[in-house]
């Protein structure tokens, strides 16, 4: 080649390398181009660029519920139900342990029993207290025949000369503050007398009249009036004006309850409870109590005062 064919050739050489280098420019950008409006499905989330509405989405992913301030209300914890007990102001789990203490059996009789729901603090307490009504179908039966015992004997003594002394001391009981007391010789039957009536033997005021209905509900009814030295600092002269007539305490089905069942009653610990619960477990139901003397948990003075209380 000559030396103007050299020169040609350089030219168009080069000419060619600036034309393929600029194409090949131009499909790149075209292809980063389309890829950056329409995303690869095989990026992973660390190499996908995140737009402020991918953000919102990732932010907003579980479902947050709306905060409301608690409302006040009456309400009756036996029959309350979810949307009630959430609307005072409860936690879910709070409600979840409410629901399983009414399946197993569990009643709240009195505002205090309230108080002992696990997680619930002194201020809610005090504020839920005066909005909580408990129903008189879950009092004890007990109360009702006392307040019917009461308003005869109350009539009797009205229409019967010989016991005008007592209508005088049921009069001034009901105008005084405080209460004429019994005289020496006179008594009250323990299970049907009301807190009124309580209060009327010597030595009993507002704090134990309260404290032998209440013992009297837990164990379901007394048997006999030496149960009463079981209260806490009970006054024993006080002992002589009660009378027991015709127990009839509530039975508990020791072969169908569970272990925190029985261990409600005042006469059943925790380690007597799952004796009777491995024994039936083991031997199939109890047909006395004496089967359980084998046991250092049930020594004859727990079998006795026991065995009044149980059913088989």
Avoid at 59 to 66: F, H, Q
Avoid at 84 to 107: D, E, K, T
Avoid at 187 to 211: C, F, K, M, S
Avoid at 227 to 251: C, G, M, S, W
């Amino acid at each position: 080649m000559n030396r103007n064919d050299r020169r040609i050739f350089r030219t168009t050489a080069a000419a060619l390398a600036l034309a393929g280098a600029a194409l090949l420019y131009f499909l790149f950008t075209t292809y980063h181009s389309q890829a950056d409006s329409q995303p690869s499905p095989r990026r992973t989330p660390h190499t996908t660029r995140r737009t402020p509405r991918d953000a919102h989405a990732r932010t907003t992913y579980y479902a947050v519920a709306p905060s409301h301030k608690a409302e006040r209300f009456s309400f009756d914890p036996n029959t309350a139900d979810s949307t009630q007990l959430l609307r005072l102001g409860l936690q879910p789990w709070q409600v979840r342990n409410i629901y399983r203490y009414r399946a197993r059996g569990g009643i709240y009789r009195t505002r205090e029993d309230f108080a002992r729901l696990y997680g619930l603090t002194r201020k809610q307490y005090r504020e839920l207290a005066p909005y909580i009504r408990i129903s008189a179908d879950y009092l004890p039966a007990a109360t009702l025949i006392g307040r019917r015992h009461t308003a005869t004997a109350d009539r009797d003594a009205a229409a019967a000369d010989s016991t005008a002394a007592r209508t005088t001391a049921g009069t001034a009981r009901d105008s005084l503050e405080y209460p004429v007391k019994l005289k020496p010789g006179q008594h009250i039957e323990l299970n049907t007398a009301d807190a009124d009536e309580l209060r009327r033997v010597p030595g009993i005021g507002h704090y134990y009249a309260a404290q032998i209905l209440r013992y009297g509900r837990w164990l379901g009814g007394y048997v006999s009036v030496d149960q009463l030295d079981e209260i806490e600092n009970f006054p024993t002269d006080a002992k002589q004006y009660f009378v027991v007539d015709h127990p009839t305490p509530r039975k508990l089905p020791v072969n169908s309850l569970s272990t925190s069942q029985l261990k409600r009653h005042p006469y059943i610990n925790y380690f007597q409870a799952k004796a009777i619960v491995d024994y039936r477990r083991r031997h199939g139901p109890l047909k006395s109590l004496q089967q359980l003397s084998f046991s250092r948990d049930f020594p004859p003075e727990a079998i006795r005062r026991l065995e009044p209380y149980v059913e088989y």
